[in-house]
C-alpha cells in the first residue's frame, strides 16, 4: 500500500485561530472535540480530491459494456483503527471488494472488481494500467490546497459555535 504523510509549515493563521477557539471555549475538552472534528473534516475534503481523480481516471479505462465498474467502487475510509493507535488520522483511498472474488463483491455499486489491482499493478501477462497512483500524485497539490482553506473554514466555524455557547 503506498502510504504518504505530510507536515505543513507555515500555517501560522491556523495556529493563531486554534488558540481562538480554546480560548473562547468555556470547556477545554469541548474544544478539544471541535479541533478533532474540524482536522478529520479537512481531511476527508483532501481525500476527496484524490478519490474524484481516481474515479476520472478508472472511467477512462472501464469497459461500458460489462456489469463490472471499478469506478463505482472506489471510495474513501477513515482508519479509525490507526487513530485509536496513534492519535493520527488517516484516510484510506482503495477499491471496495479488496483484492479477491467473494460473492459479498456483487453487492458493490460496480459489482465484484476484484481485478482492479491487475489493472493498477500489472501481471506477468499484461503491463499496468495505473488509475489510484497517477491520481494520488495529479491531485495532490489540489488536494492539500482543499485541506488548508477546509480546514480554515471549519475552525472558524467552530469558533463561532464555541462563541454562541454552542456547547
Not at 494520488?136 to 488548508?148: G, L, P, R, W
Given at each position: 500500500?503506498?502510504?504518504?504523510?505530510?507536515?505543513?509549515?507555515?500555517?501560522d493563521?491556523?495556529?493563531?485561530?486554534?488558540?481562538?477557539?480554546?480560548?473562547?471555549?468555556?470547556?477545554?475538552?469541548?474544544?478539544?472535540?471541535?479541533?478533532?472534528?474540524?482536522?478529520?473534516?479537512?481531511m476527508?475534503?483532501?481525500?476527496?480530491?484524490i478519490?474524484?481523480?481516481?474515479?476520472?481516471?478508472?472511467?477512462?479505462?472501464?469497459?461500458?459494456?460489462?456489469?463490472?465498474?471499478?469506478w463505482?467502487?472506489?471510495?474513501?475510509?477513515?482508519?479509525?483503527?490507526?487513530?485509536?493507535?496513534?492519535?493520527e488520522?488517516?484516510?484510506?483511498?482503495?477499491?471496495?471488494?479488496?483484492?479477491?472474488?467473494?460473492?459479498?463483491?456483487?453487492s458493490?455499486?460496480?459489482?465484484d472488481?476484484?481485478?482492479?489491482?491487475?489493472?493498477?499493478?500489472?501481471?506477468?501477462?499484461?503491463?499496468?494500467?495505473?488509475?489510484?497512483?497517477?491520481?494520488?500524485?495529479?491531485?495532490?497539490?489540489?488536494?492539500?490546497?482543499?485541506?488548508?482553506?477546509?480546514?480554515?473554514?471549519?475552525?472558524?466555524?467552530?469558533?463561532?459555535?464555541t462563541?454562541?455557547?454552542?456547547?
Amino acid at each position: 500500500m503506498l502510504d504518504v504523510s505530510f507536515e505543513l509549515k507555515g500555517l501560522d493563521e491556523l495556529e493563531r485561530k486554534l488558540n481562538e477557539l480554546k480560548e473562547t471555549a468555556i470547556n477545554k475538552n469541548y474544544a478539544e472535540e471541535e479541533r478533532l472534528k474540524t482536522i478529520r473534516f479537512a481531511m476527508r475534503k483532501a481525500a476527496n480530491v484524490i478519490r474524484n481523480k481516481a474515479i476520472e481516471k478508472a472511467k477512462a479505462f472501464d469497459d461500458p459494456n460489462t456489469d463490472t465498474a471499478v469506478w463505482k467502487n472506489i471510495r474513501v475510509a477513515f482508519d479509525g483503527r490507526h487513530f485509536r493507535r496513534t492519535g493520527e488520522f488517516r484516510f484510506k483511498i482503495g477499491v471496495a471488494g479488496g483484492a479477491t472474488s467473494k460473492e459479498d463483491n456483487d453487492s458493490n455499486k460496480g459489482g465484484d472488481t476484484y481485478y482492479w489491482r491487475f489493472l493498477e499493478f500489472g501481471t506477468q501477462h499484461m503491463s499496468a494500467k495505473p488509475f489510484l497512483r497517477p491520481a494520488m500524485q495529479e491531485s495532490m497539490d489540489q488536494a492539500i490546497e482543499t485541506f488548508y482553506e477546509e480546514y480554515k473554514k471549519s475552525i472558524d466555524r467552530a469558533i463561532r459555535k464555541t462563541s454562541r455557547g454552542g456547547q
